[in-house]
């Protein structure tokens, strides 16, 4: 069972920037891949980036460019920093991880933050 809190979301003027930040509940390293989704009223969630527990990152476009998706293991942290905020950026942002043990894979959602991001 992994734990996930997020914490950073809030209202911010668009072209601001966020830091969102992903606690998990066990040692990180051994979480396979950890990331970020988002959902928008109206529409299914998305993805936003990615990060494996090797570190390669995947970012959706839409946010390609904008955002930088890191790991701190010492914290068991995964962070988002998002940067030229749009008023399209605006959703619920999931924390997200995936374990793998003896092949089976279980997926894991924090609760999730609100953006808000104001034109």
């Known amino acids: 069972q992994v734990q996930l809190v997020e914490s950073g979301g809030g209202l911010v003027q668009a072209g601001g920037s966020l830091r969102l930040s992903c606690a998990a509940s066990k040692n990180i390293k051994s979480i396979n891949v950890m990331g970020w989704y988002r959902q928008a009223p109206g529409k299914q969630r998305e993805l936003v980036a990615t990060?494996?527990?090797?570190?390669?990152?995947n970012y959706a476009d839409p946010v390609k460019g904008r955002s930088t998706i890191s790991r701190d293991n010492a914290k068991n942290t995964v962070n988002l920093q998002m940067n030229s905020l749009k008023s399209e950026d605006t959703a619920v942002y999931y924390c997200?991880?995936?374990?793998?043990?003896?092949?089976?894979?279980?997926?894991?959602w924090g609760q999730g933050t609100q953006v808000t991001v104001s034109s």
């Open positions: 997200y991880a995936q374990t793998r043990v003896l092949a089976v894979s279980r997926d894991y």
């Open positions: 990060i494996t527990s090797g570190g390669i990152t």
